[in-house]
């Protein structure tokens, strides 16, 4: 007899146990038994998750490279005027990189092969420092550049350099100078301009310049950083106002060169110093005369 109150099956509300057979009590043993556990589906997690990372280790590290190693121990090497070279240090452990790349102001210059760890380059600028980097590349990757070597190419001697250019000439006299007349002024300063003969390096030179408001070229020879030449020029006129005729003076100029420096990729002189005597002759007009007289003058420039 079923109770009114309750409908047929389970009380609602109530749990229902799994299908398939109980567990069997505590104690119970037997080749039939069946072991359960509530921590079964911990175990099968435990073991998919080691089941991964074998596969994931299997699967990925074969394909893992090693990675590019910066390149260290930048040092420079012999150099010269217009040469200079370095060298660095390859990976202490794996793989040597394909090659080197060479970079100068951040630009890549040159490469050299990966079995390579010196680099030498010429056509440079004397007395010029110059700034490198290098970076190793392997299988199309690229490692960090290296820290930044600077490395100066050698100063040549002074006597080396090249005698060109436009010159603002200090001009001093330092005898002679009461044989001028209408001047108290024992200094002023005139424009030159030095052309050398040769199209590089120094050599021979073509000398323009003024004096007393007059122009007079001379060729001037070279003899290490010393440059001398004599030439005749009408820088003085003999007579009054109105009625002059020109002095055939004799200016004979030694320079020597004191500095150098380094412009566009040559070695110029920076500055000179020496001095100029010029001697003039008895000249005379059909109603005057001038005495012969000699003035001692210093002469400088710089850039």
Not at 34 to 52: F, N, T
Request: glycine share 12%; with cysteine.
């Amino acid at each position: 007899m079923t109770n009114p109150d309750w409908p047929d099956g389970p009380r609602h509300g109530a749990a229902s146990l799994p299908d398939g057979p109980a567990d069997p009590p505590p104690g119970a043993s037997g080749p039939g038994r069946r072991r359960w556990s509530r921590g079964r589906g911990g175990y099968l997690a435990v073991a998919v998750v080691l089941l991964a990372l074998v596969v994931g280790v299997l699967i990925w590290a074969p394909w893992r490279k090693p990675p590019v190693l910066q390149p260290t121990g930048l040092a420079a090497g012999p150099r010269t005027t217009s040469a200079v070279s370095f060298h660095w240090s390859g990976p202490g452990t794996g793989p040597s990189p394909d090659r080197y790349l060479i970079l100068h102001n951040g630009k890549v210059i040159s490469s050299v092969p990966g079995t390579v760890t010196t680099f030498h380059t010429t056509g440079l600028a004397p007395d010029t420092a110059y700034q490198y980097r290098v970076a190793a590349v392997r299988g199309g990757i690229r490692s960090a550049p290296s820290t930044i070597l600077t490395v100066n190419t050698k100063s040549p001697p002074i006597s080396a350099a090249r005698w060109q250019g436009r010159w603002t000439v200090d001009i001093r006299i330092t005898k002679g100078a009461g044989a001028l007349r209408g001047t108290g002024a024992t200094g002023w300063t005139e424009g030159w301009r030095t052309s050398p003969a040769c199209a590089s390096g120094p050599c021979t030179v073509q000398l323009t310049g003024g004096l007393n408001r007059q122009t007079f070229t001379a060729t001037l020879t070279r003899a290490g950083a010393v440059y001398t030449g004599t030439t005749k020029a009408d820088v003085f006129r003999c007579g009054r106002s109105g009625s002059t005729v020109p002095v055939k003076s004799t200016l004979t100029i030694r320079v020597t060169v004191t500095s150098a420096q380094p412009v566009k990729g040559a070695w110029l002189a920076g500055a000179w110093r020496g001095q100029m005597e010029i001697s003039s002759p008895y000249t005379s007009g059909s109603t005057y005369y001038c005495k012969a007289f000699k003035l001692t003058t210093t002469i400088s420039a710089s850039f």
